[in-house]
Every structure is written in structure tokens, then in C-alpha cells.
């Protein structure tokens, strides 16, 4: 073939082909998850996409136990939840969740650095924790939450 080289054997450009290939068909797969809002899964108190909301807000906000031990904590399931909208636009969100944190999930914990294991395996757990939640047209917002957070809320 014109322009093309063979190393080892293969074809270069049939390789870059299904390189190529495979990176669109992985956008095309992300592209087919949708909106979160939509997608029941994120739905809570037959809200959609609160769950999501809450997620992300939590996960950019709040730190479990220590801010030392916990800084960066997922939310990783809800065991229990209560939807309250106590006014028009607004919900009162009450979660039982699973946490772990992003960073220190348990793998860095080693026979080589003994003194790391009991915060890793601390920075897991359940909590519960409440939030506000404001509704605006098809957004939603989170306006409240308790328990610890970073000194910047955003």
C-alpha cells in the first residue's frame, strides 16, 4: 500500500484504524448514558436526578471523621432516604449513605508503611447527613448540608 508501513508485520494503518475505532465507539458509549436527570437510577423521593445532585455537592464539599483522615470521601450508595418538600421548590433531604474516601481506599495499605493502614481502613463507613435542596424549573440545588465540610462550600 501507498503511505503506509508495515512493522513487525502488522499493518500500521489498519492498527490506527481500530485505535481510532475504539476511542469512537467509547465516546459514542458515553454519549448514550444521557443526562443523569433522566436516567432513573440518580432519581430520589421519585425526584429525578437528586440523588446526583446530592452526590456531587457532597463529594465537592464535605469530609468525613477528620478532614486529615477523610478529605476527599465518595458517596458510594444510600442505605435508607426521606424526601420532604416542606415548601413549593424546596426539599428537605434526609440520606443513610456508604463513604470511602477517593484516594485512600485500602490500596496503599502495606506490610513497607504499617502506620498508614489504621487511617485508611478508618476512612470508610456509614453516616447520615441531611440536605436542602431548592428547585428552579428543571434545576436543582443544593443549598444546605450537615455535617462536616471543607471551609469552602461551593
Not at 23 to 30: A, K, N
Not at 92 to 105: H, L, M, Q, S, T
Not at 132 to 142: A, G, I, N
Request: hydrophobic share 35%; net charge neutral.
Amino acid at each position: 500500500m501507498i503511505g503506509e508501513r508495515a512493522v513487525g508485520g502488522r499493518d500500521v494503518g489498519a492498527a490506527t484504524w481500530r485505535r481510532w475505532g475504539s476511542v469512537g465507539l467509547l465516546i459514542l458509549g458515553l454519549a448514550a448514558c444521557g443526562d443523569p436527570r433522566d436516567n432513573p437510577v440518580w432519581s430520589l423521593g421519585g425526584e429525578p436526578g437528586l440523588l446526583f445532585t446530592i452526590k456531587q455537592y457532597y463529594e465537592l464539599n464535605a469530609f468525613e471523621q477528620n478532614v486529615y483522615l477523610c478529605p476527599n470521601p465518595l458517596l458510594e450508595g444510600v442505605t435508607h432516604s426521606r424526601v420532604t418538600e416542606t415548601e413549593p421548590g424546596r426539599l428537605e433531604v434526609e440520606i443513610g449513605y456508604y463513604y470511602r474516601d477517593a484516594f485512600r481506599n485500602g490500596g496503599d495499605c502495606d506490610q513497607s508503611h504499617p502506620g498508614r493502614c489504621g487511617g485508611v481502613r478508618a476512612c470508610q463507613g456509614f453516616a447520615e447527613r441531611s440536605f436542602v435542596v431548592v428547585k428552579d424549573k428543571d434545576q436543582l440545588k443544593v443549598v444546605e448540608m450537615s455535617g462536616p465540610k471543607r471551609g469552602f462550600v461551593r
